[in-house]
């Protein structure tokens, strides 16, 4: 089993910044690949960022160049750097890892972004 908790959300205003963080625990041998999702109200889950397998990492082109992601490994934990947020930010974000076939999600925590 593999445990995520998010923290870092929070009300920020247009233009601001936010940095997310999700601390991963348990059995963490054999994840392939971890990264960040979003969900706002009435809309499916979407991709923001993550590290793929081969080490890569890709980001959804409506955060491209404004969000980052990073990892530290003595930390087993995972970052979210966001900046010049818009209001169209506004979500619920997921830390998702993928580990032999299983999905695994982090609780959410809440993102608003005032005009």
């Known amino acids: 089993q593999v445990q995520l908790v998010e923290s870092g959300g929070g009300l920020v205003q247009s233009g601001g910044s936010l940095r997310l963080s999700c601390a991963v625990s348990?059995?963490?041998?054999?994840?392939?690949?971890m990264g960040w999702y979003r969900q706002a109200p009435g809309k499916q889950r979407e991709l923001v960022g993550r590290?793929?397998?081969?080490?890569?990492?890709n980001y959804a082109d409506s955060v491209k160049g404004r969000f980052t992601i990073s990892r530290d490994n003595a930390k087993n934990t995972v970052y979210l750097q966001m900046n010049s947020l818009k209001p169209e930010d506004t979500a619920v974000y997921y830390c998702?890892?993928?580990?032999?076939?299983?999905?695994?999600w982090g609780q959410g925590t809440q993102v608003t972004v005032s005009s």
């Open positions: 998702n890892v993928y580990k032999w076939g299983t999905s695994y």
């Open positions: 590290f793929t397998s081969g080490g890569t990492t």
């Open positions: 348990g059995s963490i041998f054999g994840i392939t690949a």
